[in-house]
């Protein structure tokens, strides 16, 4: 007899894979409920079992966990760093906060270990968005028709060098590199808001419609806690690229989630750009 799955609570920030997520406990029977964000998390969570929380008020959230019988915590979605002056704050939150403002100078996967322990010390086992839906990791390989060629694959292997010496220093996962120039690096901002950034620059730098250059690569960093916060892509993120005038986007392997990868490769073949699942070795 197959043992019941853990009750698993979604902590959810904006976005579609948090509802995603809810889908798939939905579709294999797992009980589960989302602790929505306030100021982040989608209304559509009202849909599901759900609660929502600020992102201060650890005490009241870890109680509701415990009385709900929750075991595995998996935390999705986007969460912009807050105003750590006039974030809302309970007894819980009160105690962690000295942690978490030691931690946030030295970066957001210091501060994403904090929260991480800070869920393990009260019993909660905390899984990757990959465990729970094993489909979002992508593979190695092309997802829909169109693969790099010759200077996709330069411009690849630029952005490899740069996203590494990026994430060594905790900076950002992703940059943008067309003809062996760096057009951007991901920091705060976000993958969207760095892509709005290129199709901003001079024509004659960038890719166009008609004439595509450069490629967007995301790849966690070396110190990545990779239970949270690894790459993500959507269709979003295509729409953006091609708005750049790209040829494409790569990810690592094994290393990056796609969300709704059919509709991705569909996309991608439509928008004319590749989407590509790459070794994370100079090699690969």
Sequence with gaps: MTAPLPK?????????????????????ARPYVIVALKGWADDAVNAHPHQWCHLGETGGLIK????????????VGNVQRPDFKSIRIDWG????????????RHGDDALLRVLVDSFEAEGFKVVG???????????????GTISPDEEAAADIEKARAVVRAMGALDIGQGAVVANGLVLAVEAAEGTDAMLERVAG???????????????????PKPIQERRIDLPTIGQKTLIGAAAAGLKGVAVAAEGALVIDREAVATLADKLGLFVVGIGESIDQ
């Design 8 to 28: 698993l609570a979604i902590i959810a920030g904006g976005g579609t894979l948090p509802l995603k997520l809810a889908e798939v406990c939905q579709e294999t």
């Design 93 to 104: 939150g009160a105690k962690l906060l000295p942690k978490i403002l030691l931690a946030a």
């Design 201 to 219: 620059l001079r024509a004659e730098i960038r890719g166009s419609e008609d004439i595509r250059a450069g490629v967007l690569l995301k790849m």
């Design 129 to 143: 968005a990959h465990d729970v839906m094993e489909a979002l990791l992508i593979e190695r390989g092309s997802l």
């Design 64 to 75: 509701f966990l415990k009385q709900e019988s929750v075991r595995e915590v998996v935390l």
